[in-house]
Nanobody
Framework: QVQLVESGGELVQAGGSLGLSCAAS????????MAWFRQAPGKERDFVAA????????DYTDSVKGRFTISRDNAKNTVYLQMSSLKPEDTAVYYC????????????????????WGQGTQVTVSS
């Protein structure tokens, strides 16, 4: 089992940058594929980015490609989401998610792929 705690969300102006972190408990962080999802008010929770156990593979939803970067540090049990060129439509609660997997190179993009979730961190982009 793993517990996830996100941090870094705040109010930022359009065009700005922001970095989110997700700290995981436990000693087997490297066994988990990780992802970021987001949920805007009144909308469903959507996939943003994913990273494989080994960090060798990443995946992004089209709307953030070229602007967001997911990364992880297995020694620090932490996954990151670096966001740049932020837009008002990026406003949402951002959630970190984890899935235990035996496949080191796989990424997972579906909500139902993930068993463990953080509590979320609010990102607000003002125009």
């Amino acid at each position: 089992q793993v517990q996830l705690v996100e941090s870094g969300g705040e109010l930022v102006q359009a065009g700005g940058s922001l970095g989110l972190s997700c700290a995981a408990s436990g000693r087997t962080f490297s066994s988990y594929a990780m992802a970021w999802f987001r949920q805007a008010p009144g909308k469903e929770r959507d996939f943003v980015a994913a990273i494989s156990r080994s960090a060798g593979n990443t995946d992004y939803t089209d709307s953030v490609k070229g602007r967001f970067t997911i990364s992880r540090d297995n020694a620090k049990n932490t996954v990151y989401l670096q966001m740049s060129s932020l837009k008002p439509e990026d406003t949402a609660v951002y959630y970190c998610a984890a899935r235990n997997t035996g496949y080191s190179g796989y990424t997972f993009a579906r909500l139902q792929d993930y068993k463990y979730w953080g509590q979320g961190t609010q990102v607000t982009v003002s125009s």
